[in-house]
C-alpha cells in the first residue's frame, strides 16, 4: 500500500512538471530608455547671428573665444561642446571668429 502511494505522489509530480508551460519567450529585445543627461540638453544661447558682434562676447576680454569648427554661428567665452553637432568648441582669436562667420 505504501508503495502504491509514494509511486502515486512520484507519478503526479512529474506529470504536474510535464504540464507547466513556459511563457514564450520574447525575440525583440526591450525597449532602451536613455537618461537625459546635462550634455544632451541644448544650450541655445551660444548659437549666435551670423551679424554678431564677436567681440561683446569675450566677457573675460582676454581676445579669444570659443567656436564649433562645423558649426561657426555656435559661439561662446567659455569651452564646451556645440549643442548642434557635439562637437568640442576650438579657441580662437576673435578675428579667427569673425572670419569663419563670413
Known sequence: MKSII???FFLSV????????EAPKSTTPPPVVQKESKSDKIDSTI???KNVDVASLDKNKDGKVFQCPMDAVVISDTAGQCP???M???EVSIAEA????K
Open 47 to 49: 548659437i549666435r547671428d
Open 14 to 21: 512529474v506529470l504536474l512538471g510535464a504540464c507547466k508551460q
Open 88 to 90: 568640442d568648441l576650438d
Open 98 to 101: 569673425k572670419e569663419a562667420l
Open 84 to 86: 548642434l553637432c557635439k
Open 6 to 8: 509514494i509511486s502515486v
